[in-house]
């Protein structure tokens, strides 16, 4: 059974950077097109950015050309690299298989403004 473990996630000021990272354990998600979603207080969860096998990437329009979904060679790792940060991005980051079946606990990213 695939393990999904986010980290990276903490207290940046706006304008500031993170990278979280989603480490799979028990598996690869070399087959597996890999997205992460958000749940800020209050507000449904929603996706943030994914990535296909092919490395082929999407973003929702809220983080595109802020945000950066990547993944290592070994398929065992993405990435979220987050720039120029907002404090509507302050959220609980999960990383999960784009199918559902799989999902991290989550790493909460705080922006202070």
């Known amino acids: 059974q695939v393990r999904l473990v986010e980290s990276g996630g903490g207290v940046v000021q706006a304008g500031g950077s993170l990278r979280l990272s989603c480490a799979a354990s028990?598996?690869?998600?070399?087959?597996?097109?890999m997205r992460w979603d958000r749940q800020a207080p209050g507000k449904q969860r929603e996706f943030v950015a994914g990535?296909?096998?092919?490395?082929?990437?999407f973003y929702a329009d809220a983080v595109k050309g802020r945000f950066t979904i990547s993944r290592d060679n070994a398929k065992t790792t993405v990435y979220l690299q987050m720039a120029s940060l907002k404090a509507d991005d302050t959220a609980e980051y999960y990383c999960r298989t784009a199918d559902g079946v799989y999902w991290g606990r989550g790493t909460q990213v705080t922006v202070s403004s």
């Open positions: 990535i296909t096998p092919s490395g082929d990437t």
């Open positions: 028990g598996g690869t998600l070399r087959i597996t097109t």
